[in-house]
């Protein structure tokens, strides 16, 4: 339904180490980068899902990506807290959303909420 989302992000420097390390998890890398212009885009397989731009953020967001496994939505949590990242909820079971809804919540470099999210039983 959404093809993609863009972020204003106040350092385009810090935000795409960020988001290169803490996507590369879940199968993301850069695409449609452009340095001088200080913006680039996150997808898979070619698909851009996520641009950023620097900018002055309007409002804060939450986005969550699907991963394909548990240990994707650890990997996520760990290179995103290596990156810049700060702890907004561990990698864990969320049984008040459903059983099997296994999620780690990260705040950017913005303060926006990212999620990894595993739906499926490892």
């Keep these: ?3 993609h989302i863009s972020l204003k992000v106040r350092s385009y420097s810090k935000s ?3 988001y290169d390390k803490a996507l590369a998890a879940l199968g993301y890398r850069p695409e449609g980068v452009d340095d001088k212009g200080k913006s680039a885009g996150f997808g898979v397989e070619g698909a851009v899902d996520l641009w950023i731009a620097e900018g002055e953020p309007a409002t804060r967001v939450h986005l969550a990506f699907r991963a394909p496994s548990r240990a994707a939505v650890k990997k996520f949590h760990a290179a995103a807290l290596a990156h810049g990242g ?3 909820g561990p990698a864990g079971l969320r049984t008040d959303y459903s059983p099997t809804y296994f999620a780690a919540f990260i705040l950017d470099p913005d303060g926006n909420n990212i999620e990894a999210v595993c739906h499926g039983a490892d």
């Design 16 to 18: 795409k180490t960020f």
């Design 86 to 88: 700060k702890d907004n």
């Design 1 to 3: 339904m959404i093809d």
